[in-house]
């Protein structure tokens, strides 16, 4: 009789994170893991990890090695941040600030083991302040949102810097009286510029109302035409800004006595009587002579 037919099936393949693949997919999956493990380490042969071996094999040699908690480490690095207290005189934020050396030293300390979470810090770090900090840092113990501590603490930091450069003095590293003074400076000029541009406004709302008002009185200090305003007239007795001494029409000089219609002041000078002429009639045309009267 014909032997009987036998038919194999394929398994069920898996999810690539499954912990039970399939025998097909064990050993690619194994050559990957291991692999990965292999690519991150820079002195492979310094860790005695064998290339060969299989991948949880690696892992749990390098966690031997690496991930020991030791309870010695982990109670000194905990000291260490009992013992980081703020001095009055020193800084609280920024680079080389109380607050980045107490999360470093809680960076340093979990590393070890410790597990200090946000809400455990919090305390530690409000505990670090002196007691000239006790209004500010009291309430403050039932905040569990540890950004909003860390903003209240150096917000009262740059309201201290600044109260001090007001008063004359100098924080041990200047770095918060110099970046309050920044911002006192920069207020300072802010507001005298908005001062500045409300009075050109006023100025410029004044010359356009009123174009001639600077000119009708004997006090005029001259034209309001922009593009007059780099002429000033030599004449001793106007020196006004607005024209030159040929176009004067004060005592002494060039159209002394000749007012324009717009003029509405005292008109003191008199008109110098340089010119006199006469017209001649001559057989053939007309005949203008003049002469000069000194």
Not at 154 to 170: D, L
Not at 183 to 210: G, K, N
Not at 223 to 231: I, V, Y
Not at 272 to 291: E, K, Q, R, W
Request: net charge positive; hydrophobic share 35%.
């Amino acid at each position: 009789p014909p032997p009987p037919h036998i038919s194999i099936s394929q398994p069920a393949s898996t999810a690539l994170n499954s912990s039970t693949p399939n025998e097909l997919e064990y050993d690619l999956r194994e050559s990957a893991a291991c692999s990965s493990i292999i690519i991150n380490i820079t002195d492979l042969f310094g860790t005695g990890i064998n290339p060969t071996a299989k991948s949880h094999v690696l892992w749990v040699l390098l966690k031997a090695q690496y991930r020991r908690v030791s309870e010695r480490a982990k109670n000194m690095r905990e000291n260490k941040i009992a013992n980081c207290v703020f001095k009055d005189s020193g800084k609280v934020a920024g680079e080389n600030g109380h607050i980045e050396e107490m999360q470093s030293l809680r960076r340093s300390a979990n590393e070890a083991g410790a597990k200090i979470n946000d809400s455990r810090f919090i305390t530690k770090l409000l505990d670090s302040f002196p007691k000239s900090w006790d209004s500010v840092v009291s309430p403050m113990y039932e905040e569990k949102d540890l950004n909003k501590v860390i903003m209240s603490l150096t917000g009262h930091a740059e309201r201290i810097a600044i109260c001090e450069v007001r008063e004359g003095k100098t924080r041990g590293d200047g770095a918060d009286s110099v970046k309050a003074l920044t911002a006192m400076e920069t207020s300072t000029t802010i507001e005298a510029l908005e001062a500045r541009i409300v009075a050109l406004q006023a100025e410029v709302r004044s010359s356009r109302s009123s174009p001639n008002s600077t000119n009708r009185g004997g006090s005029s200090r001259g034209s309001t035409n922009p593009d007059k305003q780099h002429l000033r007239c030599a004449n001793p007795l106007c020196g006004k800004v607005g024209h030159l001494i040929l176009d004067c029409f004060e005592t002494g000089e060039g159209k002394a006595g000749i007012y324009p219609p717009w003029w509405r002041g005292k008109h003191t000078a008199k008109p110098i009587a340089a010119n006199t002429a006469s017209v001649i009639d001559f057989p053939g045309g007309h005949y203008a002579l003049s002469a000069f009267i000194d």
